[in-house]
């Protein structure tokens, strides 16, 4: 199979503006995740609508493919991307570029997953752990997700799922396996072109969960499993006004 990678990167951002060309090791953060990521897949685009953030990966030698200012979501940017991209691709990775620590191995999580026919759409999780606490389990911020046994999503919620009924809450980590989503998509070719043609769900609505719509269409989402931390929360001190980054 072959897998085609893209990186949707935008300048504006609420809480730090400029976020990709910040300097990570001497190097932009844009820069750091398409090199974690080009040796691992066939191909990889950064897509994005700021000419500054162009004329950053053109300058590390990268790819990188103009899109549309009016794109609601990372999924849509990553559609045009795709579809401007051109080639014979099988599958289509949805990468955030925001997240310079990406591992190979989360990357191979996914890709495996489409060795089953089956999947239309691929993702990550991690298992919680009992040293996470019930604070980080509880956190909305921190959507959860529910497999079957074929590792396919049955839903994903910012609440606790599942709900143990009969435990106290201080041993529910003990007691119940609970999946925390990792915002790493891929999908097939052809399903990623139908999902950006569908209207937002009313699940998708009340969660503020893109994946809800994928689901309440019919699709099936494959989860990935890593035992790596989760890639937006590594432990980053952000320092904006000189646009840096400082591991601590």
């Known amino acids: 199979m072959k897998f085609l990678g893209i990186i949707p990167a935008r300048y504006a951002s609420t809480r730090f503006p400029a976020k990709p060309l910040a300097l990570l090791g ?40 103009m899109t549309s200012s009016h794109h609601n979501s990372g ?9 401007r991209a051109g080639g014979d691709f099988d599958v289509v990775i949805n990468i955030q570029g925001d997240e310079p620590f990406i591992q190979p191995s989360q990357l191979e999580a996914i890709k495996e997953c489409f060795n089953d026919a089956t999947t239309q759409i691929a993702t990550l999780v991690k298992p919680f752990t009992e040293a996470d606490g019930f604070e980080a389990l ?31 809450k201080k041993d529910w980590l003990k007691g119940q396996v609970y999946y925390k989503h990792i915002g790493l998509y891929a999908y097939r070719t052809e399903v990623l ?50 646009k840096n980054f400082f591991v601590r």
């Open 26 to 65: 001497g190097k932009t953060v844009i820069q750091r995740v398409y090199e974690q990521v080009a040796g691992v897949l066939d191909e990889v685009y950064v897509a994005t609508d700021d000419e500054r953030i162009e004329a950053a990966v053109q300058a590390f030698g990268g790819k990188v493919i």
């Open 75 to 83: 999924t849509d940017r990553c559609y045009e991307a795709a579809t």
């Open 138 to 168: 509880e956190n909305p911020n921190s959507p959860k997700v529910v497999l079957n046994k074929n590792r396919h999503a049955l839903y994903f919620s910012r609440s606790v799922i599942p709900f143990q009924r009969n435990a106290e």
């Open 193 to 242: 072109k139908e999902i950006t043609a569908l209207p937002q769900s009313a699940l998708e609505l009340a969660e503020s969960l893109e994946q809800l719509r994928w689901l309440e269409n019919g699709y099936t989402i494959k989860a990935g499993i890593t035992t790596l931390k989760p890639l937006a929360s590594t432990p980053l001190r952000i320092c904006s006004e000189q």
